[in-house]
């Protein structure tokens, strides 16, 4: 029986960023080769889903991608669905950084989320394709849409805890209630995401610059 390993998602959002991986100098020798192979499968699935579509990519076409047997690719995922479960992690791990930053209170909670909105556009601003691909696939099947309906209800949670901070400290509106600003920004954010998609100009991170300057004026307190 395969041992199955849980994708190591903080390794492969810092992997994202750096082609040759140099936090994982210090790891073993095993447990490197492990984490660059989840990378590579990772990488290689996106691009594919971009190209073809989620539901025209296989397992053994990710595998091919990679330049590793498909057995491999159960040793990390237990299918493709799980890919998109690492894009998933990724994005509420940003969340997560973005209440530690709010609660930390170093920064103001506007600069706080107008970061957070340009961090979570990162993975899909690589490509309009990209990012159509990932929006149908989240859409693609009963098991996929629960996770992603998991996920972004723990995301609203964190975020509407930043949200009370800024109310604490009198940056937001303290009329609004905290739970409806945060499914504001996520349906702000998503919004710009499929819009962008269609077209792909100008570039995302100027379409959500412009989205959190509104959905920021919409809930800033007075005066």
């Known amino acids: 029986m395969q041992i199955r390993h849980k994708p190591d998602f903080a390794a492969i959002a810092d992997a994202l960023a750096s082609e040759d991986l140099p936090h994982l100098q210090a790891m073993g020798r095993r447990e490197r080769r492990a984490a ?11 691009q594919l889903f971009a190209e073809r579509g989620f539901p025209n990519v296989t397992v053994e076409d990710i595998t091919d991608a990679a330049d590793v047997g498909k057995g491999t690719f159960f040793n990390y995922f237990e299918s493709k669905d799980d890919v998109l479960g690492v894009v998933a992690e990724i994005q509420l791990g940003k969340v997560r950084e973005a209440l530690e930053r709010a609660e930390a209170g170093k920064r103001p909670v ?18 309009p394709e990209l990012a159509r691909a990932l929006i149908s696939s989240f859409l693609a ?24 901070l800024g109310q604490q400290r009198g940056e937001i509106d303290l009329g609004l209630k905290k739970e ?44």
């Open 141 to 164: 099947s009963e098991r996929i849409r629960q996770h992603m309906d998991g996920n972004m209800s723990e995301g609203r949670r964190m975020a509407a805890r930043i949200v009370e």
């Open 36 to 46: 660059q192979t989840r990378v590579r499968l990772f990488r290689c699935a996106l």
């Open 110 to 127: 506007r600069s706080v989320i107008q970061h957070l909105f340009q961090r979570i556009a990162e993975e899909p601003a690589r490509s």
């Open 180 to 223: 409806q600003v945060a499914l504001l920004l996520q349906r702000s954010f998503l919004g710009t995401l499929l819009l962008w998609s269609l077209r792909g100009e100008p570039k995302l991170q100027s379409s959500v610059e412009e989205t959190f300057q509104h959905f920021w004026r919409a809930i800033a307190a007075s005066g």
